[in-house]
């Protein structure tokens, strides 16, 4: 049984940095991609990020190029974003969510983690 959860989330002031993880267990796929999604208050959920497990390929929305990263810990099973230079606007839910077969379709959810950036 999958199991996806985040961590990390918090309150943090404009310009600032914070780290969210999401630790997964029960993966038993052989090619696979993760990614992060967030959902503000009144807004439909959007892509944030994702990478291709085995690869390393990384994918970003434009409004976090430059100032987000995702990366994997193999050994850990567990994906990360580092987020710096953050705004107002990148206040919301931020969910991890796994592509089991490459086909473009993030199937398993976690449970959202809230980052809320204060001016």
């Known amino acids: 049984q999958v199991q996806l959860v985040e961590s990390g989330g918090g309150l943090v002031q404009a310009g600032g940095s914070l780290i969210l993880s999401c630790a997964a267990s029960?993966?038993?796929?052989?090619?696979?991609?993760m990614g992060w999604f967030r959902q503000a208050p009144g807004k439909e959920r959007e892509f944030v990020s994702a990478?291709?497990?085995?690869?390393?390929?990384?994918y970003y929305a434009d409004s976090v190029k430059g100032r987000f990263t995702v990366s994997r810990d193999n050994a850990k099973n567990t994906l990360y974003l580092q987020m710096n230079s953050l705004n107002a606007e990148d206040t919301a839910v931020y969910y991890c969510?796994?592509?089991?077969?490459?086909?473009?379709?993030?199937?398993?959810w976690g449970q959202g983690t809230q980052v809320t950036v204060s001016h």
């Open positions: 969510a796994l592509d089991p077969v490459l086909r473009g379709e993030y199937i398993y």
């Open positions: 990478i291709t497990w085995s690869s390393g390929m990384t």
């Open positions: 029960g993966l038993t796929f052989s090619r696979y991609r």
